[in-house]
């Protein structure tokens, strides 16, 4: 990074300071690892060779005090050399559409889009919303929207599945609990160098984009709808005011769902392959309840329940998300050993 050549190029420049990012939590941690080992080798080193009372009762709590330490350092370092997946870094597609339930289900993709909104802020990510398709009532029958900022593929990647929602819909008189669900997909985005579409198989389509009731309406024809003719794919896109942004956006989220279906195809084929329980992401998996009158949201893959369901919808998800990757990092190690 010091070299002046180095220095010069911006593009090498910042490929060698992530990778530099990347590198330096497994330094540390080996770092640690080895002093922890060294400090107990002297210590018992010491316990050894010296008849000193006052000197082997300090080397007895340092040797104890490495050992305690050191299979905690270790299990750190065994984390951060796992496998990584080759997505975390990238930014994230989420897609949540309204399921079993009617406009209740709308309404609960729309508070589902909102706690996500919320969670990104607090990690300091930028939400922007592709495309809308809202209710009378505000709720959302689908939306899809990228989240761009560092690990939010890595976090978010958890969340795709079968999101279920027991409560008193706004719309329901007698005060009776009703469940509905909504789906969540959440897909790495994808560049042209990473997924080559063909142009000749997709049909391009230019329209007005609209909202609920009228609002929302694009005096200009600048609403993108993109299909993938050998699969039947359909985007749209139709949040930006340019055509070509639209455009751009809707290919690029094409593209993901296109790469996404091929690696569930290629994991269906390696069916017979141990794969960990977190994370398959699976559309048809319920995978998080979320109970209002009790006031519990449950991950039932990791059997976790937190009684805070204000905080959570309001985009307090860490404890749940870092719960799903604890878990992950677990049943990682168990197949690596």
């Given at each position: 990074m010091e070299a002046p050549e180095t220095y010069a190029d911006p593009a090498a420049y910042g490929a060698l300071a992530?990778?530099?990012?990347?590198?330096e939590p497994v330094v540390d941690a080996w770092r640690e690892v080895r002093r922890l080992r060294a400090a107990a080798e002297e210590a018992q080193a010491?316990?050894?060779?010296?008849?000193?009372?006052?000197?082997?009762?300090?080397?007895?709590?340092?040797?104890?005090?490495?050992?305690?330490?050191?299979?905690?350092?270790?299990?750190?370092?065994?984390?951060?050399?796992?496998?990584?997946d080759p997505n975390d870094g990238k930014n994230v597609i989420v897609e949540i559409r309204g399921g079993v339930g009617g406009e209740e289900s709308a309404l609960f993709a729309a508070s589902l889009y909102r706690m996500y909104a919320m969670?990104?802020?607090?990690?300091?990510?930028?939400?922007?919303i592709a495309n809308l398709n809202e209710t009378d009532l505000g709720g959302m029958k689908e939306v899809s929207f990228v989240v761009e900022g560092e690990g939010a593929f890595s976090r978010l990647k958890f969340e795709s599945g079968v999101h279920r929602v027991?409560?008193?819909?706004?719309?329901?008189?007698?005060?009776?609990?009703?469940?509905?669900?909504?789906?969540?997909?959440?897909?790495?985005?994808?560049?042209?160098?990473?997924?080559?579409?063909?142009?000749?198989?997709?049909?391009?389509?230019?329209?007005?984009?609209?909202?609920a009731g009228g609002q929302k309406v694009n005096k200009t024809s600048s609403?993108?709808?993109?299909?993938?003719?050998p699969t039947g794919t359909v985007v749209e896109c139709q949040d930006e005011r340019s055509q070509y942004k639209n455009k751009a956006r809707a290919l690029s989220i094409l593209a993901s769902r296109l790469a996404?279906?091929?690696?569930?195809?290629?994991?269906?084929?390696?069916?017979?392959?141990?794969?960990?329980q977190v994370g398959a992401g699976m559309r048809n998996e319920r995978i998080r309840t979320y109970n209002f009158p009790q006031g519990r949201v449950t991950d039932h893959r990791i059997g976790l329940t937190v009684y805070k369901?204000?905080?959570?919808?309001?985009?307090?998800?860490?404890?749940?998300?870092?719960?799903?990757?604890?878990a992950d990092q677990a049943e990682k190690l168990r197949q690596e050993a």
């Open positions: 992530k990778e530099r990012r990347e590198l010491l316990l050894d060779t010296e008849t000193d009372q006052e000197l082997r009762a300090l080397a007895r709590e340092e040797l104890d005090g490495a050992l305690e330490a050191l299979p905690e350092a270790e299990l750190s370092l065994k984390k951060l050399l796992l496998p990584k969670y990104a802020e607090r990690r300091g990510w930028q939400v922007a027991q409560r008193v819909p706004e719309t329901e008189t007698q005060g009776r609990v009703h469940t509905s669900t909504a789906t969540v997909a959440v897909l790495p985005e994808m560049d042209e160098q990473e997924f080559k579409l063909d142009m000749n198989e997709l049909r391009i389509d230019v329209f007005r984009s609209s909202g609403a993108i709808r993109v299909t993938h003719i996404q279906a091929e690696r569930e195809k290629q994991d269906a084929q390696r069916a017979d392959e141990r794969r960990s369901i204000d905080a959570v919808m309001n985009g307090d998800l860490d404890e749940i998300i870092d719960g799903l990757i604890t």
